[in-house]
């Protein structure tokens, strides 16, 4: 769905449609589930075995692993359909996170057609001289410094290389750039020389910000280069340097960006329009103020862990610049915590569901904008980095009964989210979501038809 309008009022094939999808490391796998079962009634509804996510969506944002994931199912193969199909995530993440977090140092990768829809072989196998659970690492090291310079830890550099999920990026996503993608994109980026977020955006691309249309592998090492878990990563393109971290520093829930995007866009068309005389002021003024009815919004997130005091005033009053870096109490107990990181993606995610509920809510809208989160994600769950097979299942499970959840909405006076109605579950609203989906896209196809 790459070709669209932005501003026929009430014309239901002109709605811009957004899939964003939330940072999070291996709880991936939660959102995964989500397109998983968005795509199957795709299927279902639309007659159409071959549906795939990205036929449905104009725009697709996301940050660090909801980078990576939106990146997997609209890079196009080599006969011009996604790479991944959306049952293809969950799969991917069980085989390659437990070789993504860890360290080695020697590195075997082979073609092989391991996913459904990569024709071009990606790489499956690792030979590890070592390969301990970050957990158990971090808990030796905050017991006893180690003097090994293999075991990467918290305290003295990322606790994990990124050698294995910088080489299979680049070998699944080969030469692909950003306008290649089979819609458009919207990804984040944090650029720590410049100390600016960069947004890797198809919109800017079009626009020709050349030095935007980096390879899609570059685009992904660096939103998912998250402080303390993997180094920094640098790269140029058209003779400009990037010095990259993860985005979710900026942005961990990426869902306004590409809003912005979406009507920084919009705004450049209509301006144009009335250059042109085709426009009067007050139309290009009405049709600012409505932009939210041409806006249909699916904001994924990876679950959060709001432990409500676990943290108070007079604990946090005795920590040391250590302690918000890496709580050694909650590392004697198994569960290794970054708390300065938690809070910051956390807060940054909040902040911007509470900006993009305002922005729906403001015309009324807010059936167009659907955002599936859940705060009670069980502590053990929470860490981005365990990619334990028992773990990983769980997320999977976790995702899979959140579905089966009453849907909540941000209640903002208290920003907290709140049940609507008890009989409305995420699988239902996804149900609703996906005929919405499909309406728009017949709509466009009969006006495409009606102009032939």
Known sequence: MSDF??????????????????????????????????????????????ARVADYFDVMSGTSTGGLITTMISTPNDKGRPLFAAKDIVPFYKEECPKIFSNSSTTTLYNRSSYPNNNNGVAVEMHLKHSENSHEMNLKISNKASDNDDNKSSLGSPTYDGNYLHELLRKVLMEKRLSNTLTKMVILTYDIYKLLPVVFSSFEVNNGNEELDAKLADICIST????????????????????????????????MAAITEVVKSRVKKIDIERRKGKRKREEQNR?????????????????????????????????????????????????????ILEILLDANADMVDHYTTMFFNSSHNQENFLRI??????????????????????????AKDMLKKPVTRLNLPTSQRIVVDQNQTYQLALDKFAEKLIAIKKSRAKLADSQD
Request: proline content about 7%; glycine content about 8%.
């Open 373 to 398: 989160q859940d705060s009670t994600l069980p502590k053990e769950l929470a860490a981005m980095d365990n990619a334990s097979p028992e773990n990983m299942d769980k997320l999977e499970q976790f």
């Open 287 to 339: 049709d600012l103020v409505d932009s939210p009815p041409h806006l249909l919004v699916l904001s994924l997130g990876t679950g959060a862990a709001k432990n409500v005091g676990k943290y108070d005033v007079d604990t946090v009053n005795n920590w040391s610049v250590v302690n918000w870096i890496n709580d050694p109490i909650w590392n004697l107990f198994g569960n290794p915590d970054r708390p």
């Open 224 to 255: 998912s280069a998250a402080p303390t878990y993997f180094p920094a990563y640098k790269f140029s393109n058209k003779n400009v340097e990037f010095n990259m971290i993860d985005g979710g520093v900026a942005a961990n829930n990426p869902t």
């Open 5 to 50: 309008n932005y501003y026929n009022i009430g014309v239901e094939g002109d709605t811009t449609t957004i899939l964003s999808i939330d940072g999070g490391g291996v709880r991936g796998i939660i959102p995964g589930v989500f397109l998983d079962y968005l795509e199957s009634k795709l299927k279902e509804l639309d007659d159409n075995k071959n």
